[in-house]
């Protein structure tokens, strides 16, 4: 897993409080990490803190796994 | 009106987490005064607090991570966590966990509190001017919102009855109870959970409350005796924190069921000083009409009152008080004890009149007046029991509880022995 990945995962568990092993690639915030529409707006602020990147909110709106949040800020930081 | 009756308690206060371990220790004249130690308090010119003692949940301490995952703590202020704490007990005291539909919609929440989430407004103000409101979090308004302690306690139990609040200051806890029993009452709910929760004890509370020469100051060196209401050389309140909560249930309902009672909750008075934002009516008017609206209501002469747990702050307005209960009780007063137990666990603000309508509760209950501690000389003479130093056993049947808040906001509750 690349740096940006382990980064993410490491908020993701912070944040919601799940264990390591259920945040997958693939792995919904909200389908099966038990995060709620608030708990995805408070991702999405400490991402844009973690990188220092700006996640407007329509791209906010499409980052719905913890792949879609690796992949996004891949390609900001690129 | 249908008679409501007390049949749960729960508390979080800076004698223990659980309303037995803090009885206990409030009858064995133990203090819950220290200096503040987990913030800098060197500029303040308060610098001690009767904080809730944090452990690991043994003994009395107060674990949160007992009430509330350690990620959902993290979206809201402590008050809400307290809240949540003293409903759990409370609920788990009366022996009621709503399953049904009916039971559920039946059942109502009304915890108050007097300022919120003040500490979570400060750093959400400090991120806002730091970082910019993409920071602000999307949990700062819901977990520092006052009604969120009656949402939570809700959510938590499935509670749909009626899902209420109150923020009236140090009058809250009082108003709660007292609102809460009238909604049973009058038929809009059969059990309410209702009281208090504050978590004040934070930097700028201090200074507020300091620049408002509401606390004391001259004993940050000897904080237990801090805290000394009706002596002549009280300088101020000492700041608390904590909740009260207790289980209010229609007596049919109760007894149907076969609930323990504590007691009868058998008045409830409010009034307004319209006088001054902070200070009370010199005369005691406000107070006076409180507690004489409460009597009333329950039906019952102020000469057959028994033990007062009076608002008794350890501040200038103490005197106050007591010349509007001696007005109230005229030639009875010999045969009355009050205390104030802010003498043990500081001011809780809007926790106060719901943890000390649960000492009254209790008072009656064991036939016991809990102390006024450091009550070393007595401002005014009074042929009032002003239980000074120690408990003292005697016979409790009728018992009232006041709450004055800033604002000249005032609530009395008469609580009876149920028999």
């Not at chain 2, 509190?113 to 730091?130: F, K, N, P, Q």
């Not at chain 2, 058998?266 to 934002?277: F, K, Q």
């Not at chain 2, 005197?319 to 001011?347: N, P, Q, Y």
């Not at chain 2, 120690?390 to 509880?401: D, P, Y």
Request: glycine share 10%; net charge negative.
């Amino acid at each position: 897993m690349s740096d940006i990945a382990e980064r993410v995962k490491k908020i993701v568990i912070d944040h919601l409080g799940v264990d390591a092993e259920k945040v997958s690639e693939g792995a919904s915030f909200i389908d099966d990490l038990g995060a709620d529409s608030l708990d995805t707006v408070e991702l999405v602020m400490a991402f844009e803190e973690e990188f220092g990147v700006e996640i407007p909110d329509d791209a906010a709106d499409s980052i719905l796994t913890v792949g879609d949040a690796v992949k996004f800020i891949e390609k900001a930081q690129a | 009106m249908r008679r409501v009756v007390i049949t749960g308690t729960g508390m979080v206060s800076p004698l223990g987490c659980g309303t037995e371990v803090t009885w206990s220790r409030l009858l064995e004249g133990r203090s819950g005064a220290a200096r503040v130690t987990t913030f800098e308090v060197e500029d303040l010119p308060a610098k001690i607090a009767c904080s809730i003692p944090l452990g690991d949940g043994s003994d009395g301490t107060y674990n949160a991570d007992q009430w509330m995952e350690p990620k959902e703590q993290r979206k809201v202020d402590p008050f809400i966590v307290y809240a949540v704490a003293a409903a759990d007990m409370a609920l788990a005291d009366a022996g009621w966990h709503p399953k049904t539909d009916e039971d559920q919609t039946a059942t109502g929440v009304l915890i108050g509190s007097g300022i919120g989430g003040l500490e979570g407004i400060v750093e959400a103000g400090y991120t806002l001017r730091d970082k910019g409101p993409r920071r602000v979090s999307p949990f700062f308004i819901p977990g520092r919102l006052i009604n969120l302690a009656s949402g939570q306690v809700s959510i938590k139990h499935k509670l749909r009855g009626p899902n209420h609040s109150v923020v009236t200051a140090c009058s809250t806890g009082a108003h709660a109870i007292g609102d809460a029993s009238r909604l049973i009452a009058l038929g809009d709910a059969d059990v309410m959970v209702a009281g208090g929760a504050e978590s004040p004890i934070c930097r700028i509370a201090l200074a507020g409350f300091s620049a408002c020469k509401a606390l004391s100051t001259a004993r940050n060196d000897d904080p237990t005796a801090a805290s000394r209401p009706y002596d002549r050389d009280r300088d101020g309140f000492v700041m608390g924190e904590g909740a009260g909560i207790v289980i209010l249930e229609e007596l049919e309902h109760a007894k149907a069921r076969g609930a323990k009672i504590y007691a009868e909750v058998v008045g409830y008075g409010l009034s307004g000083d319209a006088y001054h934002i902070t200070a009370p009516s010199e005369d005691g008017d406000g107070a006076y009409r409180c507690m004489q609206m409460a009597l009333k209501r329950a039906g019952i002469p102020a000469s057959e009152l028994d033990y007062i747990n009076a608002h008794g702050t350890s501040t200038m307005a103490d005197t106050i008080e007591l010349g509007a209960v001696e007005r109230l009780v005229g030639d009875a007063a010999s045969r009355i004890s009050m205390s104030s137990t802010k003498s043990a666990i500081g001011h809780l603000l809007g926790a106060a009149g719901a943890v000390e309508a649960i000492f009254t509760a209790l008072a009656i209950r064991d036939n016991i007046a809990p102390p006024t501690l450091n009550l070393d000389n007595p401002d005014v003479e009074t042929a009032i029991d002003l239980v000074p130093h120690k408990a003292r056993k005697r016979e409790i049947n009728v018992a009232l509880s006041n709450s004055f808040g800033f604002g000249g906001t005032n609530a009395s509750l008469v609580l009876k022995r149920y028999a």
